[in-house]
């Protein structure tokens, strides 16, 4: 099955921070763009940080700007969220898809990308 496993996700303070990771597993991360997003409760699921397929930049939504950064490493399959300065209202499941490359110039729409993970939870609290 063609799809990403999610980890790092865990439960921190207001101020505090995680590092997520995305790998992939059945394929590789070739010709794709990688997009995270997140589902707070309640709420649908949003776009939050994409990545080229040469890695040499990231795009944010502007709720994370500056506080998150995206990178990846192609020979590990895996991509990261780097999470700093969390705040409650980053409260959510946290997922990662890819793209056919190209498709990462603009915030992420979830119908755009494919092959979801299962996510990792994180919990902010103030």
């Known amino acids: 099955q063609l799809e990403f496993v999610e980890s790092g996700g865990g439960s921190v303070q207001s101020g505090g921070s995680l590092k997520l990771s995305c790998t992939a597993s059945g394929f590789t991360l070739e010709d794709r763009d990688i997009g995270w997003f997140r589902q707070p409760p309640t709420r649908a699921r949003e776009g939050v940080s994409c990545i080229g397929e040469t890695g040499t930049h990231g795009v944010y939504a502007d709720s994370v700007r500056a506080r998150f950064i995206i990178s990846r490493d192609d020979a590990k399959k895996t991509v990261y969220l780097q999470m700093l300065d969390l705040k409650p209202e980053d409260t959510g499941d946290y997922y990662c898809?890819?793209?056919?490359?190209?498709?990462?110039?603009?915030?992420?729409?979830?119908?755009?990308?494919?092959?979801w993970g299962k996510g990792t939870h994180v919990s902010v609290s103030s």
């Open positions: 898809a890819s793209a056919p490359r190209g498709t990462c110039r603009f915030s992420p729409k979830t119908y755009e990308y494919y092959n």
